[in-house]
């Protein structure tokens, strides 16, 4: 049996059942339904949130002028990118060489992450100025290869890629960065910057194995058949050093112990360089893009350029240090 009873001064809920009584203001029943209402909408921001952050990366890929094949290089880097579903890429293409440049207007506010795959002319002053506010503001870059042969006399460009080569650059443009005896060393001796031998197999060497883009990586793997960049310089702030391999004077290279990945810092702006992934003639006969550990630390590069950190597990595939690993269809395997 229930009975209700409402007092005139102080109204009271009364509940009887088999003979016990509860007794409950107005205002007691009053908060339990707003906590109710509480615990509802912050559930429903809690799942919200959840599906937001599992949306891609929205991912804008600059190419169209290239010293290299930018025709497959850009497809490759979007195939791989898209694959893991943790991207979805867009493409801005400039005009061809030599063309008129002066509506190559980009809008960077929509995007998380820039691509560069561009080496050729200058951008017009408005995307100049929007790409290093993108950047500035904590817009995340990822620099592909020969981007940084790009724009050598644009001061913050090269600080943003912190290395460069070729295009005039010698010891003006900043030292030359490499790793000697456990250590990084700059060393500002004259000379041009920017080389590489004959393409070959190398082992890529871990300097920051706790980085989130390195950490659970081996400390060694083996490249598939690429160019190595080496004698590379410029401002070289490098935040951190990730990997390096060595320019064997055999293949026609340096001597040295060459930096090909490494991040930088510009303003609140995360920067991944890949100096890896020289496009081949076609998308299937693309070795240095196919290369597994070439995916794999663009993939990890890009998301931690983009978000901060690295949430991807290390694939079953990834090359050891005597054997490479092929993705020939650019598939994600995780």
């Not at 893991?84 to 493409?91: I, N, R, T």
């Not at 250590?183 to 300097?207: F, M, T, W």
């Not at 960049?229 to 410029?234: A, K, N, V």
């Not at 240095?288 to 901060?308: D, H, K, P, S």
């Amino acid at each position: 049996m229930q009975k209700y009873c409402f007092l005139p001064e102080s109204p009271i809920f009364v509940k009887e059942i088999n003979g016990i009584i509860e007794y409950q203001t107005y205002k007691c029943v009053y908060m339990k339904r707003l906590l109710a209402l509480v615990l509802l909408f912050l559930t429903g921001w809690i799942l919200m949130a959840c599906n937001q952050s599992e949306q891609p990366i929205k991912t804008l890929l600059i190419t169209g002028q290239n010293n290299h094949n930018w025709p497959v290089s850009h497809l490759a880097i979007q195939q791989i990118l898209e694959s893991s579903a943790m991207f979805s890429v867009e493409f801005a293409i400039s005009p061809e060489k030599g063309g008129d440049m002066s509506d190559f207007v980009v809008d960077f506010t929509p995007y998380d992450l820039v691509v560069l795959d561009y080496n050729g002319d200058a951008w017009p002053e408005e995307t100049q100025s929007q790409f290093l506010k993108f950047v500035e503001n904590g817009g995340g870059v990822v620099v592909y290869h020969a981007a940084d042969n790009a724009f050598p006399n644009w001061k913050e460009y090269n600080k943003i890629c912190a290395l460069g080569g070729w295009e005039g650059r010698d010891e003006k443009s900043g030292p030359y960065l490499y790793w000697q005896d456990g250590s990084i060393v700059k060393d500002s001796a004259p000379g041009s910057g920017g080389s590489h031998g004959s393409q070959h197999e190398y082992v890529l060497n871990c300097r920051s194995a706790e980085h989130p883009v390195t950490k659970g990586l081996p400390q060694q793997w083996l490249h598939a058949k690429d160019e190595l960049y080496d004698r590379m310089r410029g401002p070289a702030d490098i935040q951190d050093l990730l990997y390096t391999a060595y320019s064997d004077t055999l293949t026609g290279g340096s001597g040295r112990e060459e930096p090909l990945l490494f991040t930088i810092s510009y303003g609140k702006g995360r920067i991944f360089h890949t100096m890896l992934g020289h496009a081949g003639e076609t998308l299937e006969d693309n070795p240095a893009m196919q290369c597994t550990g070439f995916q794999v630390t663009l993939l990890r590069g890009a998301e931690w350029a983009a978000t901060g950190k690295v949430t991807q597990d290390i694939p079953a595939d990834f090359p050891s240090s005597t054997q490479t690993s092929m993705r020939k269809a650019y598939q994600y395997n995780q």
